[in-house]
């Protein structure tokens, strides 16, 4: 029996992320909700939540399983920041669910560069940034999130199965959604406070000792299909995951499929 959260009865004890929560049963993808509500004048930190998505979206156009018990939310943000920006904020709600499955949950978790949350190597949490710019000005910024808390994972289909894991699987019970939903809030303003107040150096600090994928042999699959192999020795002040290939130079990746070798 899967827990039957409520995500309204949410308590939030924040200056202004989730001041705004809008609950549905179902959509088609939060994101994709959230992104209307921008457009119609949302204000930052208006939070949307559902307890399952029909077509939930993740990375490079992939569909996201999103049954009930999991937790899949989207948070409007309007920094005032450059649009080039904007990727940071994977970054910045990765580090805030680190701290919130460390602390609420005790499980040591892992960050594989750039937005996939890790208990050992298998995933159980993603993150979709999608940014609205207009003539360089960034408009809109939606984060969503997609935990598999209370979710079984051996419904699953098998190629996912492999590779992912839930809090469930983890700890063997089911834990308290809208708990965990009000403690990421609230870590994930403070992040985000971090990143406004031009103290990005911090996360970025906090990222790379949760990173899994600094020191480690990877292939990044790039949009238009070259491959990159090498050693990741680091993420600079973008975000982007350094490089060393094996003739010894350093290249910047910003963007692409990260494999751990
Ligand atoms: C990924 O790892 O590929 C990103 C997955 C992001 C999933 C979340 S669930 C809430 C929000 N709505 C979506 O359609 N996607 C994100």
Request: charged share 30%; proline share 3%.
């Amino acid at each position: 029996m899967v827990e039957d959260y409520d995500p309204c009865e949410v308590e939030v004890d924040t200056e202004y992320i989730g001041h705004e929560i809008k609950c549905f049963d179902e959509v088609d993808s939060t994101n994709n909700v959230a992104k209307r509500m921008a457009e119609d004048g949302a204000t930052e930190g208006t939070v949307v939540i559902a307890k399952t998505q029909s077509r939930g979206r993740g990375r490079r156009g992939k569909p996201w399983i999103s049954p009930q018990g999991g937790i899949w939310m989207s948070i409007i943000l309007r920094p005032e920041v450059h649009p080039s920006r904007a990727p940071l904020l994977t970054l910045v709600a990765g580090v805030a669910v680190a701290r919130t499955l460390r602390d609420e949950c005790g499980l040591d978790v892992g960050i594989k560069w750039p937005n996939d949350i890790l208990i050992g190597d298998k995933k159980v949490c993603g993150i979709l940034t999608e940014a609205h710019a207009r003539f360089n000005t960034l408009e809109y910024v939606v984060v969503g999130v997609g935990i598999d808390t209370n979710v079984d994972i051996s419904h699953f289909p098998d190629d996912l199965r492999e590779g992912a894991t839930s809090i469930k699987n983890e700890l063997k019970r089911d834990i308290k959604s809208s708990e965990l939903i009000a403690r990421f809030l609230r870590n994930f303003e403070e992040a985000y406070n971090s990143f406004k107040d031009g103290k990005m150096d911090e996360i970025l600090t906090e990222w790379r000792k949760l990173s899994k994928t600094i020191g480690r042999r990877v292939e990044i699959r790039k949009q238009l299909g070259e491959i990159v192999h090498g050693d990741a020795v680091g993420i600079n002040s973008e975000g982007a995951l350094i490089l060393e290939l094996d003739d010894g130079t350093l290249r910047k990746v910003i963007s692409g499929e990260c494999i751990h070798r």
